[in-house]
């Protein structure tokens, strides 16, 4: 990365920049008029592109309109929230997705952490390694979903290749994304494959985050190894963890896209979370009234752990 | 306690834990390239190379993969092949000894097309707002300035599906439906709440000393902005721009369910490269390495900030 100028350059800049006359005479904007006007526009956009159609789902859920045909729109009140609360299916889908959330995360956390322990020792070419490490959580979920999806092919896959080599099955006697007890599994694995690193960064900077003098000190006391692992590297890493956890759950409590292409809910509805079912009365039942309804819902959970992540971001930021 | 004996920091591991430590990532680290890896093969075998049983590790390398996916062919009789002017291309040869002539172009060059505009046109406006929202965020009083910064970082949580429904309704109540235009306003939304954030922290670091210097030789606010501010923070700017273009070119969500022909970008398309009798996985592991190079290349230039980019720099060492 370039380095940025010096401040001693950066000095002699403005020492030296003689600003013109005019604009020395017209002192421009006031501060409040320019705060104004760089904040407006994007304030405005996302009033436009996001809170206009908030506001419009709002409406629409307590409607029972349905966007693939035209006819008059009635209010239902509440009615599809009631349907919604009482309707077996987005129990189920709630269900799978909590089993979702829930092993990616204890997965990531503990595979993660572990990983940004190991980097964290500096061994010889730690930042190369760790550049590689990164790599899946920068691809696209599409291609992502899509060459996974090529390794779990029973027939032909690498996957099903490799646990045969390694445990004797035949490939062909187990389908990953095929079988109702193993698609719930094999999409947590491609998940654990490419967020893990997520996970590693960010204990990464928690661990780097541990002073010196901490350690210094506990040496100095004579506590084991074990001892400063527990009551010092895990409290003092807690902070970061959690941040890596909640971004986490927030984002696979809305996973659609990976589970989209692996599985598209399926088989029946194992894998169905809550963005497939959501999907699929959106844009395939067009139930529009319903699905919106169903979207406000999910909308009001995650702002609620949006807000939760925001005061543990500031709580890392204080450190 | 024997680091108590060494010259140098106590915290310093031992050089058995190091090799055990790097032993230890690096197996991981390869274990997780296998199917990066695996795909960048695919892509240079030939269609029943690439179904082959056991999997193909040595195969004579082809690029009937890359000419499937740039071009759309037809099927014809031997005879017909053979009555035919030599093949003018390297292409021209592995599909006729297929059976087969080249028909014309794929949908591939519009598709990538489409995710270059929409990307860059997307991260353009997002990082121009952005730079003068962050500034203001960073300098100004503003009021209520927490819940703005609350609800710009908000927006990017909702989940993808539940924003979608009303903006297919919206799009097409306006003729924004399956338009690139649609595309960038929509990624530049999304895009822009990151910028802020990213931003926000980058120009918080600029001591304000050398702007208040600069007024007080008489440049005005808007002056020091552009010709103090902006320069400074021109890797911070160059970070989150690289940021917001990986994420618009990544996209499949909005993608998949708002654009089906006009639009559409490359994620929606390549899980439906097929061939004749099902997908021409060669083809399809083709277009994911082309799609998969630039972002590998942005990962090592990024690698510096991506800490702080997947944290909405908060974290930033």
């Known amino acids: 990365m370039s380095e940025q100028p010096t401040t001693m350059s950066m000095a002699d800049k403005i020492i030296t920049a003689t600003p013109t006359p005019v604009a020395a005479r017209i002192r421009g904007l006031s501060d409040k008029g320019i705060a104004w006007i760089f904040v407006g526009p994007t304030i405005v956009l996302l009033l436009a592109i996001n809170i206009f159609p908030l506001i419009w789902t709002i409406y629409l859920s307590f409607t029972n309109y349905a966007a693939n045909r035209s006819g008059p729109v009635k209010g239902v009140g509440i009615r599809n929230y009631e349907r919604i609360l009482n309707d077996a299916d987005i129990w189920t889908a709630m269900q799978a997705t909590a089993h979702f959330v829930i092993w990616t995360i204890a997965i990531e956390t503990v595979l993660g952490f572990a990983l940004a322990y190991l980097i964290d020792k500096k061994f010889k070419g730690h930042g190369f390694w760790t550049t590689i490490l990164l790599l899946p959580m920068m691809l696209s979920p599409a291609v992502v979903g899509n060459f996974w999806k090529f390794l779990y092919e029973p027939q032909i896959g690498l996957f099903n290749y490799a646990i045969s080599f390694l445990t004797g099955m035949d490939r062909t006697s187990f389908q990953m994304l095929g079988e109702v007890s193993l698609a719930p599994w094999s999409i947590v694995i491609v998940d654990v494959w490419m967020w893990t690193p997520y996970v590693m960064l960010i204990c990464l900077a928690g661990l780097r985050s541990i002073p010196d003098y901490i350690y210094e000190a506990a040496e100095v006391d004579r506590a084991s190894p074990w001892r400063q692992f527990v009551s010092i590297t895990l409290p003092m890493s807690m902070p970061f963890i959690m941040l890596a956890v909640l971004f986490r759950g927030i984002e696979n409590f809305k996973m659609f896209d990976l589970i989209n292409l692996l599985t598209s809910g399926g088989p029946g509805s194992t894998t169905e979370v809550a963005s497939i079912t959501l999907k699929r009365a959106a844009f395939e039942s067009w139930r529009t009234g319903y699905s919106s309804a169903f979207a406000i819902i999910l909308f009001v959970t995650v702002f609620g752990l949006a807000n939760i992540y925001v005061k543990a971001l500031n709580k890392v930021k204080q450190r | ?317």
């Open chain 2, 1 to 317: 306690m024997s680091g108590l004996s060494t010259a140098h920091s106590v915290v310093e591991p031992g050089a058995t834990s190091k090799r055990v430590a790097g032993a230890l990532v690096i197996a991981y680290a390869l274990i997780t390239l296998i199917p990066l890896l695996w795909i960048g093969l695919t892509s240079f075998k030939t269609p029943p190379d690439s179904i082959a049983y056991p999997p193909k590790l040595m195969f004579s390398p082809s690029i009937e993969g890359y000419c499937n996916l740039f071009s759309t062919r037809t099927r014809q009789t031997p005879e017909y092949i053979a009555a035919l002017p030599p093949p003018s291309s390297e292409c021209d040869r592995v599909v006729r000894s297929r059976n087969m002539v080249i028909a014309g172009p794929s949908n591939v060059i519009p598709r990538f097309t489409n995710s270059i505009i929409i990307a860059f046109g997307s991260t353009f406006l997002a990082v121009f707002l952005g730079t003068l929202a962050a500034y203001a965020f960073s300098r100004f009083r503003i009021p209520l300035k927490d819940d703005l910064l609350f609800f710009i970082l908000s927006t990017r949580m909702m989940p993808p599906i539940a924003v979608a429904i009303p903006i297919y309704l919206m799009y097409r109540e306006i003729g924004l439906s399956d338009t690139r235009l649609g595309m960038i306003l929509l990624y530049t939304a999304v895009n822009v709440s990151l910028a802020v954030w990213l931003l926000k922290g980058f120009i918080d670091e600029i001591p304000r000393e050398y702007e208040e210097a600069a007024m007080i030789d008489g440049y005005t606010r808007l002056q020091a902005f552009y010709k103090i501010v902006l320069p400074q923070a021109t890797t911070g700017i160059a970070a989150t721009a690289i940021f917001c273009l990986i994420f618009a070119w990544n996209e499949y969500a909005f993608a998949v369910l708002l654009t089906s022909g006009e639009a559409q970008t490359m994620p929606p398309f390549i899980p439906f490269i097929i061939g004749e009798g099902g997908q021409d996985w060669p083809a399809v592991a083709s277009a994911t390495t082309l799609f998969v190079i630039p972002i590998v290349v942005f990962t090592v230039l990024l690698r510096k900030h991506l800490l702080r980019g997947i944290t909405f720099g908060a974290v930033r060492k």
